[in-house]
């Protein structure tokens, strides 16, 4: 019985009185991959940032566990020190703060230890050069200045430095070039272990190529409203949405 | 060291708020004559001209309104305000003679750590006199004078009646005209000729004792080609009995000398902080000022500049956090005298739980001063709805070869970057804590060491709303 990190019960939520999720439902066990698809509107980053806390969303119904614990009133740093993780779509620019003192401040408050600067800094490094980042990035202002594909790297080295147990990567892959994708891909792909769990939100599918996909869901109005295997993204790439919600 | 930059939360405000009872030994009556200005000069055996000066301020003082404008300053009961507070003790020149109550002060101050670690010479202000002076040997054997300002006036007694409130007169507001008839205490620097000092001179100003009013005089003369920083850090006990802050700044920049002058203001929330501060730059000499504004009840400091001389440049970095309660009115003046002369100010400030902070700059360029430039750039950033934030530049350009630019941002905080902070791991008091640090970021990073993790401290603490 594979241990379940996330699950997601009737949740509905809306912004500004109006709705946006409507009842979606989703189980996570450790060691999936799981794709999140579907038109343009229909609630994946809103279920995203629902799930990871956004003050900006209100809760009308529904629960959202991790590791069994209701989570639904936590708010977002007490879900992230559980091992919760979003990469942004739009990741925020925060001047004045590097990249290094920012991570650093994170994976201590992340893990709970002190993280000493050295030892930090030779893995921030180590992590960076896996992704293909000039070392300099460690020294810039977060996100500050940092093209689409550079934010997107950037959210991906965050990943690797925190190592969560559920990571949420929102169209982490849009917007970059092939050879971007194929260095977040790897990335993606060392990152996972039979630990952990990652939920790829996505429109273009190329990111998925070289990942074991187990579970592929469809979003359309709010809800999940089809569960499928990794079969599934061919058939959508080929003939679009409307031939899987039929 | 970076590690003690980043970790600021665990800060006891204990540390600025604790005072000793009053064992001042001598102590004026309430309210303000002649009399007292007579008795002040006579308690320092001052020279004859002093006097005259002193009598001269309380008449301008007298016959001056309050100020018709910046915040309300009503809640000031100028008979209430004792001017003149003498501590039990004489000027010591080794901390072991200093006494043991006033040490302690100190010591959880950590000024003798800092002395030892960094700094060049110590002049703290324990109420209105000097109780601790040292100069590093190889400071005074290159002709630097570094002293008080009653030291000064008895053996620079020249260089001190030449030059003493001729840049700041007391005919220029009530509060400088008040200062010019009670000062007291305060620090005299003389630079001579082509000496550039690697290492900061710093002063410590501290009030202790319920109505005591502060009016420490500053005096820095550089002379050309030299270079210095002074340093000069506040932080008052906090009382609740209102107090006044009108201290004066007169700073001489001759030919190609350079001098920053840098100040964190941490007064106690009851404090009125009127305080005047001014540059004379001469022919290629440069004055950098740093100023960072975080107590007080109301602040008006506004730091100017003259720029005399042909290819003067001014330059002002200023940061101000208005919490609850807090009227903070700063900014920045320089005037353009001369062809050539340039002039950049940059001002951040943050205001918090109904705090007001108020950017006013004036910048004149006369018609002599061609080929002038000067940019002013000023951000606020409000960290609710309750908090206010006004721009008050003011723009007197006289010629026409000038180069002029302004900018200003009024934000507030996103609640989406503290959103994206939280999903790291940081609370929200963390993640607020980390965007403010990151907005005040060009300024910390002006300040020493030590000062840019005490402004980081500060803003910690303003931030849990632990002060005051």
Not at chain 2, 306 to 329: C, H, M, P, V, Y
Request: hydrophobic share 40%; net charge negative; with cysteine.
């Amino acid at each position: 019985m594979p241990k379940n990190l996330l699950s997601v019960r009737n949740l509905c939520a809306s912004v500004d009185g109006r709705r946006i999720l409507n009842g979606a439902e989703l189980e996570i066990n450790a060691g999936e991959v799981h794709v999140l698809m579907g038109p343009n509107g229909a609630g994946k980053s809103t279920l995203a940032n629902v799930v990871m806390g956004d003050p900006r969303y209100s809760v009308d119904e529904g629960r959202v566990f991790f590791e069994g614990a209701d989570i639904t009133e936590e708010k977002p740093d007490a879900r992230a020190r559980r091992g919760m993780f979003l990469s942004f779509q739009a990741p925020e620019e925060i001047p004045g703060i590097t990249v290094e003192n920012f991570l650093r401040a994170a994976k201590s408050a992340y893990t709970g230890e002190d993280v000493k600067l050295l030892p930090f800094r030779k893995e921030l490094r180590a992590r960076m050069e896996e992704l293909g980042m000039d070392a300099s990035y460690a020294s810039r202002y977060l996100n500050v200045g940092f093209s689409g594909g550079e934010k997107k790297k950037n959210e991906i080295l965050q990943m690797a430095v925190l190592n969560p147990k559920l990571a949420i990567l929102d169209e982490t892959d849009s917007g970059l070039d092939i050879d971007a994708v194929k260095t977040i891909s790897e990335s993606i792909h060392r990152h996972k272990n039979e630990e952990n769990a990652i939920v790829i939100i996505t429109h273009i599918t190329r990111i998925l190529q070289k990942l074991p996909v187990d579970y592929v869901h469809i979003m359309a109005d709010g809800r999940i409203v089809k569960t499928s295997d990794a079969s599934v993204i061919e058939k959508i790439n080929r003939d679009g949405f409307a031939s899987v919600l039929g | 060291m970076k590690n003690q930059k980043t970790r600021v939360a665990d800060i006891d405000r204990a540390r600025f708020d604790f005072r000793d009872s009053d064992k001042s030994g001598y102590k004026t009556g309430k309210g303000l004559t002649a009399d007292i200005v007579a008795e002040i000069s006579a308690m320092k055996n001052e020279p004859a001209w002093m006097l005259e000066r002193r009598l001269r301020s309380l008449e301008v003082y007298n016959r001056t309104p309050m100020p018709a404008w910046g915040p309300p300053l009503g809640e000031l009961d100028m008979d209430e305000i004792v001017t003149y507070v003498r501590p039990n003790t004489e000027m010591k020149s080794d901390w072991n003679d200093v006494p043991g109550y006033i040490k302690n002060t100190f010591e959880r101050l950590g000024i003798p750590q800092a002395e030892r670690e960094s700094l060049a010479g110590v002049g703290a202000q324990y109420d209105s006199e000097v109780v601790y002076h040292n100069i590093r040997r190889e400071l005074s054997s290159q002709g630097v004078v570094y002293t008080d300002m009653e030291t000064a006036v008895r053996e620079h007694e020249d260089t001190v009646k030449e030059l003493f409130m001729k840049l700041v007169p007391p005919e220029d507001h009530k509060f400088v005209a008040l200062h010019g008839a009670v000062w007291s205490g305060g620090s005299f620097v003389y630079v001579p000729e082509g000496v550039r000092l690697d290492i900061p001179l710093q002063s410590y100003f501290r009030l202790n004792a319920p109505g005591a009013g502060q009016f420490e005089h500053t005096l820095i003369v550089v002379e050309k080609g030299a270079n210095v920083h002074f340093i000069e850090g506040c932080s008052a006990p906090k009382y609740n009995v209102l107090n006044l802050h009108a201290g004066c700044v007169e700073l001489y920049v001759r030919e190609g000398a350079t001098l920053r002058y840098s100040t964190i203001e941490n007064w106690s929330k009851n404090m009125m902080n009127l305080n005047t501060k001014r540059a004379l730059v001469e022919k290629n000499g440069t004055i950098e000022w740093i100023s960072g504004t975080f107590g007080s009840h109301t602040t008006m400091l506004y730091p100017s500049s003259i720029l005399k001389g042909e290819g003067a440049r001014s330059t002002f970095t200023g940061i101000t956090f208005a919490g609850a309660g807090q009227n903070l009115d700063t900014g920045a003046k320089v005037v353009h005298l001369a062809p050539n002369t340039s002039s950049t100010i940059s001002s951040r400030s943050i205001s918090k739980d109904g705090g007001i902070a108020v950017y006013r700059s004036a910048v004149s360029i006369l018609p002599e001063a061609t080929g002038a430039k000067s940019s002013a750039v000023c951000e606020s950033l409000m960290m609710d709805s309750k908090s206010r934030s006004d721009t008050i530049p003011v723009m007197d350009i006289r010629s026409d070869e000038a180069d002029i630019g302004h900018e200003a941002r009024i934000g507030r905080i996103s609640d989406a970057a503290v959103f994206y902070l939280m999903t790291r791991g940081l609370s929200e008091e963390e993640a607020k804590a980390m965007i403010v640090r990151g907005f005040v970021e060009p300024i910390a990073k002006e300040l020493p060491l030590e000062y840019a993790v005490e402004m980081n401290r500060l803003i910690s603490l303003e931030l849990e709303g632990t002060i005051g």
